[in-house]
């Protein structure tokens, strides 16, 4: 069961997530991955399997030469937040 500050947590990263698929400067290999990201925090799992698999995903994007280095620090805190969950 979630706690209220997890799910404002979660609707927070969302947010980012979200903001960051939309950007034009974003590379599609690394928007697919933001995509799988959202979908992970959205599923109806237990939140240390969800936050395992996103925090996966964001190793692999925060690896990508061509990301923007203002994207890189948005995926940082978000992985941020993901540790204290």
Request: charged share 30%.
């Given at each position: 069961?979630?706690?209220?500050?997890?799910?404002?947590?979660?609707?927070?990263?969302?947010?980012?997530?979200?903001?960051?698929?939309?950007?034009?400067?974003?590379p599609r290999n690394v928007k697919d991955k933001l995509t799988?990201?959202?979908?992970?925090?959205?599923?109806?799992?237990?939140?240390?399997?969800?936050?395992?698999?996103?925090?996966?995903?964001?190793?692999?994007?925060?690896?990508?030469?061509?990301?923007?280095?203002?994207?890189?620090?948005?995926?940082?805190?978000?992985?941020?937040?993901?540790?204290k969950l």
């Amino acid at each position: 069961m979630m706690t209220k500050i997890v799910s404002e947590q979660i609707t927070s990263m969302l947010g980012v997530l979200e903001e960051l698929q939309s950007d034009n400067a974003i590379p599609r290999n690394v928007k697919d991955k933001l995509t799988f990201c959202s979908s992970a925090l959205q599923e109806e799992c237990e939140i240390s399997i969800r936050v395992d698999k996103v925090r996966h995903a964001l190793e692999e994007i925060s690896d990508d030469t061509n990301l923007e280095p203002y994207a890189r620090t948005q995926l940082w805190s978000i992985a941020s937040i993901l540790e204290k969950l």
